[in-house]
């Protein structure tokens, strides 16, 4: 087996191939011959020594992707060799042979390939459990969602267009607050401006705002009409900005913490999701971003390319 590994945190200059043992599935896993796994800016906090990560040195990044079924654990039950299999949250998916527990595998489409599977599972399926989950959203409700041209942001301001949601989409320049406009989004500004132009687009403000970046927390409970919720499902930003409790009583304001693995808790629960995800794919509601791709030996280029920030899409690995 290969892998994209690291020895110790730092740039992506600590990245580098590394070979090892061929891997044997457990009882209740598939061995999964790796096409396509998505690079995600988890990944690069893992390697920057920001965030937890799994397993021992060398460290292997990558929680999503796609492949095929090599091998089958002796208690597995309805998936063979040869079958097609996506993952979003599987750990050491940045090499070419991955072990996925049979809960954590969701079956594709047909008409799906497997390097768009890598390209769209972990985002959309974000993307689905703000829409669904978190709180009730009806059509007619003028939404914020900040970092809207990211990964989770253009795919979430399709689902609520498709919802029947008017969006005001806040992205780092003029590009990508124009491509926002061009996926459904009524309005678009950038983080110096949105919270008064926000204001000027809805008076009185938002119902809600979808916030990715954390340290925007002041400017998106300022931007709320009374009675509006901010959803804080990530901190991009750095650490969340200060502010006095006491005036969440004033406006009837609430913040209300988001994460996916809240909601993804069986096999069956990823696999209704994901189809949720597919449908809205195939009726052309949601778009694919698009997909740049590097060889799994040049992920160190890759792990750059997506650090600049300046990059809009998506980047797959491939083995």
Known sequence: MQALVFENTGTADVLHM?????LVP????????????????????RRQGRYPLAGHSPYIAGYEGAGRVIAVGENVKGWKAGDRVGFADVPLAHASHIRVPVEHAI??????????????????????????????????MHVAVLAAAGGVGRLLLQMLKHQGIRTFAVASNQDKQAACLELGAEAAAGYETWATEVREWQNGGCDVVFDSVGTTLTESLDSLKDGGRVVLFGMSGGALS??????????SH????????TYLVSGEERQRRADRLFALIKEGKVTLPPVTQFALSAGADAHRLLETRSFSGKIILVP
């Not at 590394?18 to 061929?22: G, K, R, T, W």
């Not at 200060?242 to 406006?251: E, G, H, I, K, T």
């Open 18 to 22: 590394h070979e090892s043992a061929d």
């Open 26 to 45: 457990a009882a209740d896993e598939l061995l999964v011959a790796v096409t396509a796994a998505g690079l995600n800016f988890a990944d690069i906090y």
């Open 107 to 140: 079956r594709l489409p047909e008409w799906l390939s497997e390097s768009d599977a890598a390209a769209v599972l972990l985002q959309g399926l974000t993307a689905d459990y703000l829409v669904h989950d978190v709180l009730p959203l009806r059509a007619g």
């Open 242 to 251: 200060a502010f006095d409790p006491s005036r969440l009583q004033l406006n």
């Open 254 to 261: 609430g913040i209300l913490g988001a994460d996916l693995w």
